[in-house]
């Protein structure tokens, strides 16, 4: 099963091990789900983990990232022309479309759910697990 992760879920799985964004990372960790990602997005994880807010050690965030790299899937998106409410969602929306795969996120709100699946995490694991 192919996703694109947004960062909330990502994020939220890190910092709470028990919550259901943990139970999507434990899937994609085990290698049940394969995230499909670009340049961007890992970008984007990076910039985010590495907030001193969270305080993820520096070396942890690369390991995971370096990990999602080599068990995920490289995507090439096209432009999208629809508008988002955050810029920043663009790269995971084109990226959804581009691997016809569904995002999961924490904030529904901000994918307009015409173009592609949007499942929040408890969604998500209803539907395939």
């Given at each position: ?40 997005i ?74 592609v ?13």
């Amino acid at each position: 099963m192919n996703i694109v992760l947004d960062t909330n879920v990502l994020v939220s799985g890190l910092l709470n091990p028990s919550g259901k964004p943990a139970a999507v990372l434990n899937h994609m960790l085990s290698g049940r789900i394969v995230l499909c990602f670009d340049s961007r997005i890992i970008d984007e994880y990076e910039r985010v983990l590495l907030r001193p807010a969270f305080r993820f050690r520096e070396e942890d965030v690369r390991n995971l990232l370096i990990y999602l790299q080599h068990t995920g899937v490289v995507i090439t998106p096209k432009p999208i022309s629809h508008e988002l409410s955050d810029p920043y969602d663009r790269p995971f929306m084109e990226v959804a479309v581009a691997a016809d795969c569904p995002i999961v996120t924490g904030n529904s709100k901000h994918f307009p759910k015409d173009f592609v699946s949007i499942l929040s995490p408890s969604e998500f694991l209803e539907k395939w697990f």
